[in-house]
């Protein structure tokens, strides 16, 4: 990805240099990015919507909290309580 984002810009990059600016870069870039986690708001916001994977229905659960954190995401086959609840537990 890194490459071909390079590229599109004009700048050749081998797979061996990226690979060693991921071992190089990877660790402090990631323990950076886990610090700047925000804390979890007080209220969530669940939503869910139907999609279709390979023809078939499902149903996407979400919860968010009231500043945009993703705190769970949760695909099923069929909709009802028990699902519901299932989410609402692992929170």
Do not use: C
Request: hydrophobic share 40%.
């Amino acid at each position: 990805m890194v490459e071909e984002m390079l590229a599109a810009r004009g700048i050749g990059v081998a797979y061996e240099t990226v690979r060693q600016w991921g071992r190089k870069f990877g660790k402090p870039f990631s323990d950076r990015i886990r610090q700047r986690t925000p804390p979890r708001g007080d209220k969530w916001h669940l939503d869910e919507v139907v999609i279709s994977i390979a023809g078939e229905q499902h149903w996407l659960w979400r919860a968010v909290d009231q500043n945009g954190f993703i705190l769970d995401v949760l695909i099923q086959r069929r909709r009802d309580s028990r699902v519901a609840q299932r989410l609402m537990k692992k929170l």
